[in-house]
């Protein structure tokens, strides 16, 4: 079955703790990108990939990284986490052919 | 820059009406045209999308949207709603050719019985 697995699905953590959410595609999608959601704002994209070691910052980047080291995975990290960041991530997938993106189940993320 | 308006917030209507929910976009040429639903708890599925030809396109669940280039909208249409429809629905664009997608700030449809 075609997906995009993120985990975890939902995280507590504390400001200032390191952390980093998975993202894993079965498509051999070349495109992947990173989408957060906020009440109101809908949803926006925070990194995004076109293809392995290749990234490049979205509209809302700061106080993330990711990378992108093989085709299927592309991690997204919170390497000091603030409150301003709870927020519900989202991971997608597509190939450059058609841009038809395929979502993740969502990662809801508080820090505290 | 791209934009996406999508101007009811909350919608509410009865099981078994008809339903329509608003998307405007700003772009200067044909953009793809996407729109995805969001049940509580769950992910964003798709639910149609528009890149070329026939300006109305059918999707799952009995949505269809029409794509009107002089009024830049891709409304989003069902004859008859049922119970299980109450969701978030979002518009979004891409027209960069890289993949992006802008979305609009979602509509939550509540269905009363």
Known sequence: EAQV???????????????????????????????????????????????????????????????????????????????????????????????????????????? | AQSVTQPDIHITVSEGASLELRCNYSYGATPYLFWYVQSPGQGLQLLLKYFSGDTLVQGIKGFEAEFKRSQSSFNLRKPSVHWSDAAEYFCAVEGTGFQKLVFGTGTRLLVSP
């Open chain 1, 5 to 112: 697995t993120q985990n975890p699905r939902y995280l507590i953590t504390v400001t200032g703790k390191k952390l980093t959410v998975t993202c894993s595609q079965n498509m051999n999608h070349e495109y992947m990108s990173w989408y957060r959601q906020d009440p109101g704002l809908g949803l926006r994209q925070i990194y995004y990939s076109m293809n392995v070691e290749v990234t490049d910052k979205g509209d809302v980047p700061e106080g993330y990284k990711v990378s992108r080291k093989e085709k299927r995975n592309f991690p997204l990290i919170l390497e000091s986490p603030s409150p301003n960041q709870t927020s519900l991530y989202f991971c997608a997938s597509s190939s450059l052919a058609l841009p038809e993106a395929f979502f993740g189940q969502g990662t809801r993320l508080t820090v505290v």
